[in-house]
């Protein structure tokens, strides 16, 4: 029995440390599924009303798939540019 406590100390300290290295993806996406009244109005671990709406104004109104776009042909021509070197 004492042999396991190392282990599950172990397991331990690794599932922290991977909870604090993915909170703030976590927190990211979140925010992203709430509305803008919700952003504000206080800190919840989830959405309570989630709503898909801010991604269809973030391409409708911020024209972000024209930036998207104009990224993935930089990535693109450069890997092919580092591949070719």
């Known amino acids: 029995m004492s042999a396991r406590l190392p282990r599950i100390g172990l397991y331990l300290t690794i ?8 909170f703030p993806f976590w927190w990211m996406v979140d925010t992203s599924l709430k509305q803008p009244v919700d952003i504000f109005g206080g800190v919840t671990l989830y959405p309570h009303h989630p709503t898909t709406s801010n991604y269809s104004r973030l ?3 911020y024209h972000f798939g024209a930036y ?3 990224s993935l042909i930089i990535v693109a021509v450069s890997v092919a540019f580092s591949l070719t070197i």
């Not at 599932?15 to 993915?22: D, G, H, M, Q």
């Open 15 to 22: 599932a922290l440390i991977l909870a604090v290295a993915f």
């Open 59 to 61: 391409f409708d109104v």
């Open 68 to 70: 998207l776009e104009n």
